[in-house]
C-alpha cells in the first residue's frame, strides 16, 4: 500500500508555508511596516510595541520551518502540521474571544476570515487526515489514484 500523500496535500502545505514564512518576516524584520500598513484593522488593537510584533513574528517564522517540513513528507512530519493546528486554533481562538469581549471590532473580519479562520481550519482538516494510523483507511478524498488500482 502507497503511503503518498495526495498532491493537493502537497500544495496546501507550501501555500500555507508561503503564508507564514511572509508573514513571519514582516513582522520579525519590519514590524512598523507590518503593524501599520499590511493588515487593515491592526493598528486598532493598541500601541505599536515593535518588541512584541517582532516577537509574534517568530511564532510565525517557527510554525513556517514546521510546515516546510511538512510540506517535503506529510506523512513523516505530520506532527509539524498538528502543531500547526493547535498554533494556529489559539491564535484563531484568541481573536474569537477578543471580537466578543468589545476588544476588535468586526469591521476588518473579512481580513480575519482569510488570513487567520481558514487557514487555520485548512491546518486542522490536514493535521486530522494525515494523524491517522496507517493502516486505516483514510477517506476517499485521502486516497491516491495508485491506492484505487489495487
Not at 12 to 27: F, K
Not at 82 to 94: E, V
Not at 128 to 143: I, K, T
Request: charged share 10%.
Amino acid at each position: 500500500m502507497n503511503h503518498k500523500s495526495p498532491a493537493w496535500i502537497y500544495a496546501l502545505l507550501w501555500l500555507l508555508a508561503a503564508m507564514y514564512l511572509a508573514n513571519g518576516i514582516e513582522m520579525f524584520f519590519f514590524p512598523a511596516t507590518w503593524f501599520f500598513r499590511l493588515v487593515p484593522g491592526v493598528p486598532e488593537t493598541g500601541a505599536f510595541n515593535a518588541h512584541l510584533v517582532a516577537d509574534s513574528g517568530t511564532f510565525f517564522l517557527g510554525v513556517a520551518a514546521g510546515l516546510v517540513f511538512a510540506a517535503i513528507d506529510p506523512r513523516r512530519n505530520a506532527v509539524a502540521v498538528l502543531i500547526a493546528a493547535i498554533a494556529s486554533l489559539m491564535h484563531a481562538i484568541l481573536h474569537i474571544y477578543s471580537h466578543e469581549a468589545g476588544l476588535l471590532s468586526y469591521q476588518h473580519i473579512v481580513t480575519e476570515i482569510v488570513g487567520i479562520y481558514i487557514p487555520t481550519a485548512i491546518l486542522c482538516v490536514l493535521a486530522f487526515l494525515l494523524m491517522r494510523p496507517a493502516g486505516e483507511s483514510a477517506p476517499a478524498a485521502l486516497r491516491t489514484v495508485e491506492e484505487h488500482r489495487s
